[in-house]
Structures are given as structure tokens and as C-alpha cells.
Nanobody, 121 residues
Framework: QVQLVETGGGLVLPGESLRLSCAAS????????MGWYRQAPGKQRELVAR???????NYVDSVKGRFTISRDNAKNTVYLQMNSLKPEDTAVYYC???????????????WGQGTLVTVSS
């Protein structure tokens, strides 16, 4: 069974930075894409950033130039560096991986439990 453990959320002031990490475990052989979604109170979950196994990235327009997604394939870990944070970035951030090949099976999609990011003065 594939599990995702997210770390790095917290409370910061506007303009500050945070780095989220998501480590996948479970006899993993390879992961196709890794990404971060977020859900603010009263809003739908949205894709924030995604990175493929080849390193191609895409971002929601509202975070372009401020957030950077990266991955360490050897550690099966994806990161989200968030700079110049704004109050509107406040949300629960969820890690997502898809196309996971393990030694015992294949998983279409796996979600993390979520980590809260609060940007407030």
C-alpha cells in the first residue's frame, strides 16, 4: 500500500515563505506525476502545481513566479517551495501522486492527508 506523508505546513506572515514536503512510501518502483492541490474554506480543491517524471511542471496562474515544485526521485519525495505568501494562499494543501508502480501492484492515484497553511498578520 502506498502512503504519503506531508510536512511543512504552518502559520506565517504575509510575504514569508514555507516549504512543503511529501514523501511516498510502499515498495515504490516509479511514480509518474507528483503534485500539490489546495482547498480553501468554502472553495473547491484546485491544482496548485504538478511535476512529471520527466521534470515538466505546470502551475495555477495565481502562484506562478512565487511557488516552485520539485521532486527527488531517489527519495520519492515532492517539494513545494512557497515564497511571497499571501492571505489568499491559506488552505489545506494536499499531496497527490499518480501512476505509481510498486513491487506488488499499480496505483492510479494516491492522496495525502493534507497540511494546513495559514497566511495571516
Amino acid at each position: 500500500q502506498v502512503q504519503l506523508v506531508e510536512t511543512g505546513g504552518g502559520l506565517v506572515l504575509p510575504g514569508e515563505s514555507l516549504r512543503l514536503s511529501c514523501a511516498a512510501s510502499g515498495s515504490i518502483v516509479s511514480i509518474n506525476a507528483m503534485g500539490w492541490y489546495r482547498q480553501a474554506p468554502g472553495k473547491q480543491r484546485e491544482l496548485v502545481a504538478r511535476i512529471t517524471s520527466g521534470g515538466s511542471t505546470n502551475y495555477v496562474d495565481s502562484v506562478k513566479g512565487r511557488f516552485t515544485i520539485s521532486r527527488d526521485n531517489a527519495k520519492n519525495t515532492v517539494y513545494l517551495q512557497m515564497n511571497s505568501l499571501k492571505p489568499e494562499d491559506t488552505a489545506v494543501y494536499y499531496c497527490n501522486v499518480d501512476g505509481v508502480v510498486t513491487k506488488v501492484g499499480w496505483y492510479h492515484e494516491v492522496w495525502g492527508q493534507g497540511t494546513l497553511v495559514t497566511v495571516s498578520s
